[in-house]
């Protein structure tokens, strides 16, 4: 069973940084792409980024690109985000996931991902 908690949400200020981090178990975790995900109020779930299986390709959105990094220390089955220059903007509960298949590459449908964590919810506010 595959189980992904996500941490280290909570309240930034915006120009700040947050460091989010996923632990997966259940599946080999070096076999299977990951990414992030976000929800705000009343939006639909968007992609923020997303990492290959070995960590060699990532792939953001537009609206993050340049300010969050994506990484995953396969030794650890983590996968980490790290924000930086926050805005108000950023605020919305934040999802890992895990790719359906081991395939190469990055993806950033929804459709993409078989298992999700519960979420952790990140504030921009002063």
């Known amino acids: 069973q595959v189980q992904l908690v996500e941490s280290g949400g909570g309240l930034g200020q915006p120009g700040g940084s947050l460091r989010l981090a996923c632990a997966a178990s259940?599946?080999?975790?070096?076999?299977?792409?990951m990414g992030w995900f976000r929800q705000a109020p009343g939006k639909e779930r968007e992609f923020v980024a997303a990492?290959?299986?070995?960590?060699?390709?990532?792939e953001f959105a537009d609206s993050v690109k340049g300010r969050f990094t994506i990484s995953r220390d396969n030794t650890k089955n983590t996968m980490y985000l790290q924000m930086s220059s926050l805005k108000p903007e950023d605020t919305a509960v934040y999802y890992c996931?895990?790719?359906?298949?081991?395939?190469?590459?990055?993806?950033?449908?929804?459709?993409?991902?078989?298992?999700w964590g519960r979420g952790t919810q990140v504030t921009v506010a002063s």
């Open positions: 259940g599946r080999p975790f070096s076999h299977f792409g």
């Open positions: 996931a895990q790719r359906r298949t081991a395939s190469a590459g990055t993806r950033a449908s929804v459709e993409e991902y078989a298992y």
């Open positions: 990492i290959s299986w070995g960590g060699s390709s990532t």
